[in-house]
């Protein structure tokens, strides 16, 4: 069992030698390249863990993943975890399956990126990161938010004053509350629910 896990974090194209299977907060998932922006390309909570090019059979990771929302979870090292998948078919594709939904994820962020306004790729982004804590608080800045929609910082700002005088939801020093759920949901105009679906 780990708990208060802050980070999971590593360098470039790193041997995976452990996953964490995650159980309280989230984990980002961090596409990154010299002298780029850094944007996220995906969550992971409760329903997934990190390290899934090993499913895949690979054991470098090209992406950062860190811990977004300090929690605890469970640690295994790569090598038993493969060990146990060689033993079990339905464990193996109960973690592909995972590898499915996240890619669905993905996709969906891709969409969302190109296709919405910064106010409901906010609105999606809330939600899912709502549903992958316990309550309804989630303690951001503008600057971390700045990296996961991959804009800048102004751009996060006039988004998170859009969503407040909608009555979405309410800020805090470093924290962001959801209000009306259900109202981002609509306000997110469909972005959200497929990749939730995948869950």
Known sequence: MVSGISAVRTGACP????????????????????GKRDIEVGLIGR???????????????????YMQVAGGGQRISTARLRQAIERSASLHQSLLQC??????????????????????????????????IDG?????????????????????????????????IRTGRRVIAVLDRKGLVKFSNGAYVLPEEAR
């Open 15 to 34: 041997t995976l030698r452990a996953w964490y299977f995650i159980e309280r907060g989230f984990a980002s998932v961090v596409a990154d390249g010299p």
């Open 47 to 65: 329903e997934g863990m990190t390290g899934l090019p090993v499913v895949l059979g690979q054991d470098r990771a090209r992406h950062t993943a």
């Open 99 to 132: 590898v499915h939904a996240f890619l669905i994820q993905i996709a969906e962020t891709v969409l969302a990126n190109g296709r919405s306004k910064n106010a409901r790729r906010l609105a999606r982004w809330l939600l899912m990161a709502d549903d992958r």
């Open 136 to 168: 309804h608080e989630l303690p951001l800045t503008h600057k971390l938010l700045a990296v996961m929609l991959g804009v800048q910082r102004p751009h996060v700002t006039a988004a998170i004053k859009t969503l407040e005088r909608a009555g979405l």
